[in-house]
């Protein structure tokens, strides 16, 4: 079966530790994205990479960090600095950039800060 | 801030009536996606609409594209208990890097009552 894979789907993490959340697909696709979504809220964008070895930031990119060394992986790291890490992280990916692309979502890791 | 505002937040829906969530835009759009999320769920691809005044149809939705390409609706006839989840819009922009992004609505939360 093709798709996304996100794990673990429920993290919890002490306040100040720096944690990874995982995100693969085995789609072929160039382009990846990782959301946040709050209740009440829609999904904003942290960061997305249209290549490999490629990325940039999306609307709130402070406080996380990413990689892409290898096409179908694009770990997503939350960090200390981010000063309300709480929530519900969406990776997604589209056969190549630009908007014209269905994104296709992983199941999502619902991240718990203590 | 959201540039893609999405009405209403909630809509409480009997079984068998229809409803419809509005998606306004402060900026022209190249193109428009819809997306539905069961609860716990991710959000699952819709639709696409792209052409001003576009109007698709799938069984029980209508989607249409504003001429001015600002504004779509989804409107939902003979609502289902199936239907239930939260709709999101999601808005295709270009931006200056020559890439673009997508911008989500909040969402409409729909509860129906059997």
């Known amino acids: 079966d093709g798709g996304i894979t996100q794990s673990p789907k429920y993290l919890f993490r002490k306040e100040g530790q720096n944690v990874t959340l995982s995100c693969e697909q085995n789609l072929n696709h160039d382009a990846m994205y990782w959301y946040r979504q709050d209740p009440g809220q829609g999904l904003r964008l942290i960061y997305y990479s249209q290549i490999v070895n490629d990325f940039q930031k999306g609307d709130i990119a402070e406080g996380y960090s990413v990689s892409r060394e290898k096409k179908e992986s694009f770990p997503l790291t939350v960090t200390s600095a981010q000063k309300n890490p709480t929530a519900f992280y969406l990776c997604a990916s589209t056969p190549t950039s630009g908007g014209l692309n269905e994104q296709f979502f992983g199941p999502g890791t619902r991240l718990t800060v203590l | 801030g959201q540039q893609v505002m999405q009405i209403p937040q909630y809509q409480h829906v009997q079984e068998g009536e229809d409803f419809t969530t509005y998606c306004n835009s402060s900026?022209?759009?190249?193109?428009i996606q819809w997306y539905k999320q069961r609860p716990g769920g991710h959000p699952v691809f819709l639709i696409q609409?792209?052409?001003?005044?576009e109007v698709k149809k799938q069984k029980r939705l209508t989607f249409q594209f504003g001429e001015a390409k600002k504004n779509s609706s989804l409107h939902i006839t003979a609502t289902q208990t199936t239907d239930v989840g939260t709709y999101f819009c999601?808005?295709?922009?270009?931006?200056?890097?020559?890439?673009?992004?997508?911008?989500f609505g909040a969402g409409t939360q729909v509860v129906v009552t059997p």
């Open positions: 609409l792209v052409k001003s005044g």
């Open positions: 900026t022209t759009l190249s193109n």
């Open positions: 999601a808005g295709f922009r270009v931006t200056t890097d020559s890439w673009g992004k997508f911008q």
